[in-house]
């Protein structure tokens, strides 16, 4: 069975948030063969004003790219056999959280997958023949083979873990060779929902939310922009803890082309109205289980 795409998950999410808070019924908008950004939905809705009430509205997940690009390359290669070791050996990598990810640049050119079992191949190789089960504990002379094999280790695993494994319940080929054990991020946040207003305003800066902009900017409607975070956004966990009393209290300043700007995370909405200056939050819809794309870590 094909994976869901991200983007489409996203997008369900955030359509049925918004019909079920703003009464309207949305229509996808399929962009077509114009290089002309458009919105994802439109609607036109109805109020007191005779001429009724339009609503166009652009779709974004906040997430780590990089945390999510490594993570499908291991999934999809889980064992390597390398005919140069001796050993099966685990391994996992470190990726950026969103907030940082944001903030930085994600440099594809990494090796993932197979590509980097194939660059451990011989790094491993001499850890083997020096007779180091771990990376991580490096000998004591730094120009020596094997410390600069362990430290190249540690560059191509963004500072995550490799072993030797003494793991049981592999299947029984995997004899020689390394095995993807997962992807891993850091948070350090405080419980106040007015944290992931920086990250907020790292994605608007970037490609992602000028292309918000973009999509948003020449629609004759009320702007709405919609970001659906996951688990490598910090505030993830804090909402689970903060339950209804997370909501942010500082103003945002949002671009010309956004009225108002929606991050749904966790089984909550959050919304902030440029126009009026101020946040309301609720609930995500009941009959929606909000879970990211692929397993959290």
């Known amino acids: 069975m094909r994976e869901p795409k991200r983007s489409d998950l996203d997008e369900a999410l955030a359509r049925a948030t918004l019909t079920e808070q703003l009464g309207i019924a949305l229509e996808k908008i399929e962009p077509g063969k114009s290089k002309v950004p458009t919105p994802d939905f439109r609607a036109v809705g109805w109020d007191s004003r005779p001429e009724g ?41 470190d990726t ?64 995550g873990s490799c072993a030797r494994s003494y793991l049981s319940g592999f299947p029984d080929d995997w004899v020689s060779g390394v095995v993807a054990m997962g992807t891993g991020f850091g948070h350090c946040q405080s419980f106040d929902a ?7 305003r790292l994605f608007l800066s970037t490609g992602h939310g000028e292309n918000m902009r973009k999509s948003l900017a020449d629609e004759p409607a009320e702007h709405h922009g919609v970001l659906v975070a996951d688990w490598t956004v910090s505030d993830w966990h804090i909402v689970e803890e903060m339950g209804e009393a997370y909501i942010p209290t500082q103003p945002l300043e949002l671009p010309v ?12 909405w959050i919304r902030y109205d440029r126009r009026t200056r101020e946040w309301k939050a609720g609930s995500a819809l009941d009959n929606w289980v909000v879970t990211p794309a692929f397993p959290e870590p």
Not at 68 to 84: G, I
Not at 97 to 119: E, F, I, M, Q, W
Not at 257 to 268: H, N, P, Q, S
């Open 96 to 159: 950026p959280n969103a907030h940082t990810s944001l903030a930085g640049k994600y440099d594809g050119s990494r090796p993932v997958g197979r590509k980097l079992a194939r660059a451990l191949e011989p790094l491993l190789a001499v850890l083997e023949q020096h007779k180091i089960e771990d990376y991580r504990l490096y000998p004591n002379d730094p120009n020596s083979e094997a410390y600069k094999a362990c430290d190249a280790i540690r560059v191509l695993l963004r500072g």
């Open 194 to 200: 007015n944290g992931i207003l920086d990250t907020i």
């Open 257 to 268: 082309e956004i009225d108002i700007l929606w991050v749904i995370i966790r089984g909550r």
């Open 53 to 93: 009430w339009e609503v166009s509205v652009e779709v974004k997940g906040l997430m780590s790219e990089e945390h999510m690009a490594v993570s499908s390359a291991t999934r999809n290669s889980p064992f390597t056999a390398l005919p140069k070791l001796n050993r099966l050996w685990t391994y996992s990598i």
